[in-house]
Structures are given as C-alpha cells and as structure tokens.
C-alpha cells in the first residue's frame, strides 16, 4: 500500500503527493525546539550563524520554489541553496600531523582541495566532519580550515565517550568558530551499550550546549534505536541513512537489508536522517538508478524535512568520485523542485540551524 508524505505539521511539506506514486527515469519536522581538475574528480569573514526565526524561514522559501511534481522531460530546477550534509577534509599523512590510520581514501583532500570540487558541481557549503579515521577525536586540521572558508563550512567532532572530562569539552568546541554540532561512533566494534555512562555524559552535554549529535550505528542500528530512545531531549542526525555502506566496490549482496529498521527508526521525532553515501549501494553504473525506489520509502516513512541529502565524501572515494555523488540527486525526475530544495538544502539548515553564505 502506498503511504502519503506527512503533510504541514507531521513531518512533512504540505501539497505534495506521495513520493512512491512516482516513476521516472534519472537523465545523466524536526524543529530545533523539538531537536567531507577531477579530485575535483577523484583526488581532489566569520561563521554564519543565524537565529531559530531565519533558519525556518528560509526552509520555508525553499520548499516553496517547485510545488509543481516533476514530469517526463521537465528541466530539474536546481535548489537556491546546495548543502552537502556530510564531507571530510585532511591534511597529507605528515609527521607533524599524522593519521591514526590509513584508509583508502585520496593521499590528502585538503579544505581547499574540497571548496574547489564543490565549487565544480555547484555544492554551496558542507558540513565538514572531521574525519575519524584519520584524526580520531582531534579536530584541530577542521579548526585551522574554517577560518580560509567560513561561509562555505560548518564544523562538527566526534567527541569520546572515555573521556571524563567530555563535557568540558563540547562546551569549549561550542565556543569555536563555525562549530554547528557534535559525533558520536557506534559501530559494533565500539561494543558500547546505550546506557554507557560515557554516552549519558555526552547527551547531557549536547542538550545543554543546544547541539545536535550527529551518531554513527550502521550495521548496529538496534543499539543506535535504544540511544535515541533513552535520550528524548537530545537532537539526533543518523549519518548515513544508518546502512552499513561499502568502501570499495562491489556494493553488497543485500546492501538494503537494515531498510525496515531505517523506517520503522522515522518514528522518533527526535531524529532526522542524512540521505548520505547512497550511490556507494547501487549495483549499477552511474546515474546509479536502483537506488530511488529504495530512497523512495525512507522518504515517505521519514519526510523530506527530516532528510539531509549528501554524499560522504571523501569516505566514498573509491566507489564514486564527487561529481558522481552529487549530479544524480540535481538531475533525477523522481523528485519534485520543492522536495529537491529540501533535501539538498532546507532540511540540513532545519538541523543544524546553518546556512552557507552564497557568492
């Protein structure tokens, strides 16, 4: 049976129709009250804030630019404002600053390097994660970036929940310039319980300091349900659709096969959903056009107010360059103008309460 988008006050955008009514082909309310050449191919004034008032107002005049659905051979309007919700830039593996460990990722993407690949397909701004992998819970390479390029990103760290002191922490990261938001892993191999006492301290913290916390649990998403729900107060972002994804291809067997959980998760109003990493799942080529009907359900189940597009780049490196990730989401007729505006913009300026400052 076909479900509706949540309509004005349900978590969707009012007048639009269900998103699975649609077919087509691809050519070449979570308020803040209630809650990473071609590298630009394959290598490659102060942060601004805005107030609660701003923030939904310009969410509103997003959604509003394209009410009409999209139709066979209709030209896709590009949205006013293009957000990526999730890159990561770093230096070179240096001895002055040297990474935890070495994935296969580009040699270095350095926070220039990634302005110049938005700037390539027309990406705004990002939220910039500073890269686990590399530099664990150290975010001094995002802090010394944002300066050069405060209105093209918004900072957000992955904080440890063994460290005591955490609290102090987030709050001295609160002060930072250009900081919007908070990580936490979950993965399996983190082996951490939702009452781990070092989570509690870090949700405590995030409601004080109004950030959202960002929290990573694919192919651990039973752990991650048990977290948000212990923690009602807190505004949760699930990086990644909360489906394991790969890192090199092929994409897996069943790479949907946590997707009834993902749907089932739309009913904690505390959390919103980046639609990140998808096309590192298709089996086929680019435009990778075997992903929409499964995106299709976390739409309808989750609204698109709910859904931040972007691409995880440079984690999904060896699978899609960055041109790849973010060209099927402008061009695809499976959505409409408005539903584009919030997906790739209005609902990660809904989240983080960031916009990027356009040229």
Not at 82 to 95: E, F, L, S, W
Request: overall charge positive; proline content about 8%.
């Amino acid at each position: 049976m076909t479900s509706k988008i949540a309509r004005s006050g349900d978590g969707g955008h009012g007048g639009v129709a269900s998103y699975k009514n649609r077919r087509g082909s691809v050519p070449g309310g979570w308020s803040r009250s209630g809650m990473e050449g071609e590298m630009v191919n394959r290598s490659v004034a102060g942060s601004r804030r805005i107030d609660r008032r701003t923030v939904l107002q310009r969410a509103a005049a997003l959604a509003a630019t394209g009410p009409a659905l999209m139709r066979e051979g209709h030209a896709a309007s590009r949205p006013p404002i293009v957000i990526d919700a999730q890159v990561h830039a770093y230096a070179a593996n240096t001895p002055e600053r040297p990474w935890h460990s070495v994935p296969n990722w580009p040699a270095h993407v350095t926070g220039d390097e990634m302005v110049a690949a938005m700037d390539k397909v027309g990406v705004d701004g990002a939220i910039y994660i500073s890269p686990f992998t590399m530099y664990q819970y150290d975010a001094s390479y995002a802090l010394s970036v944002q300066p050069a390029h405060p209105d093209r990103f918004a900072l957000v760290k992955p904080v440890n929940p063994d460290d005591p002191a955490v609290a102090d922490v987030i709050a001295d990261w609160k002060k930072a310039p250009g900081t919007v938001g908070i990580r936490i892993i979950l993965m399996k191999e983190s082996k951490r319980a939702p009452d781990d006492p070092g989570l509690d301290r870090i949700l405590r913290a995030a409601v004080k300091n109004d950030f959202p916390v960002n929290v990573l649990f694919w192919d651990n998403i039973d752990v991650g349900t048990a977290l948000i729900d212990r923690h009602p107060d807190a505004r949760f972002i699930i990086d990644h659709m909360g489906i394991l994804q790969p890192t090199a291809p092929p994409a897996p067997l069943q790479p949907w096969a946590d997707l009834p959980k993902v749907l089932e998760l739309a009913r904690r109003k505390n959390a919103v959903i980046k639609i990140t990493g998808a096309c590192t799942l298709s089996k086929e080529p680019f435009p990778f056009p075997d992903i929409w009907d499964k995106l299709a359900r976390i739409f309808d189940a989750w609204g698109f107010e709910r859904c931040l597009w972007g691409t995880d780049w440079t984690r999904a490196f060896a699978v899609v360059n960055y041109e790849q990730g973010v060209e099927p989401f402008l061009r695809t007729d499976r959505l409409s103008d408005s539903e584009r505006a919030m997906l790739m913009g209005g609902a990660c300026i809904k989240a983080y309460g960031w916009s990027p400052k356009k040229a």
